[in-house]
């Protein structure tokens, strides 16, 4: 069974900063770009970042400038930092790869940007 699993996620005041990241096997992590996607309540999920296997990175319009998505391939997990939080990014955050597969989704991380 395929695991993907997100950490770091918390409460944080708007302005803040968070490193998400997510941990999978070496099978998966070296053959495909990574992803990441978010899910705020009541939304669907959408797409944030995602990174090659050649470090080409991609960002979804409402994070450029702010997150950044990085990868390392000895440890095989990739980061998502995440700096200026707002609180309209409050969501649970999904690794998956990239295009995203239904059958790897994991539980989320979740993230608040609240005072």
């Known amino acids: 069974q395929v695991q993907l699993v997100e950490s770091g996620g918390g409460l944080v005041q708007p302005g803040g900063s968070l490193r998400l990241s997510c941990a999978t096997s070496?099978?998966?992590?070296?053959?495909?770009?990574m992803g990441w996607y978010r899910q705020a309540p009541g939304k669907q999920r959408e797409f944030v970042a995602a990174i090659t296997q050649i470090e080409h990175t991609y960002y979804g319009d409402s994070v450029k400038g702010r997150f950044t998505i990085s990868r390392d391939n000895a440890k095989n997990t990739v980061y998502l930092q995440m700096n200026s939080l707002k609180p309209e990014d409050t969501a649970v955050y999904y690794c998956?790869?990239?295009?995203?597969?239904?059958?790897?989704w994991g539980q989320g991380t979740q993230v608040t940007v609240s005072s």
């Open positions: 998956n790869i990239n295009p995203p597969r239904d059958t790897f």
């Open positions: 070496r099978t998966i992590f070296s053959i495909n770009a």
